[in-house]
């Protein structure tokens, strides 16, 4: 299975080429689950991942 990797577009040649050649397959950062890692397509430099979302409240409140 080829590694996923999560890029901001437009994404420069050379970064998509480097990727390519290492097997990864580009995904647009938009579909990238949260706390993945996502590079930005130009610089090729990670760009922090979202902060995963706090969980939904479950059950009744607590007094």
């Known amino acids: 299975m080829k590694p996923i990797v999560y890029c901001t577009h ?3 040649p ?3 080429a480097a990727i390519l050649a290492e097997g990864g397959k ?3 950062a938009a579909f990238a689950p949260e ?3 996502i590079i930005d397509g ?3 430099e ?3 991942p979202a902060a995963p979302s ?3 409240q479950r059950g ?4």
């Open 54 to 56: 706090k969980p939904a």
């Open 42 to 44: 130009q610089t090729g």
């Open 10 to 12: 437009p994404v420069s």
């Open 46 to 48: 990670d760009i922090a």
């Open 14 to 16: 050379e970064i998509k």
């Open 35 to 37: 706390g993945e890692r």
């Open 26 to 28: 580009i995904i647009d």
């Open 60 to 63: 009744k409140p607590k007094a």
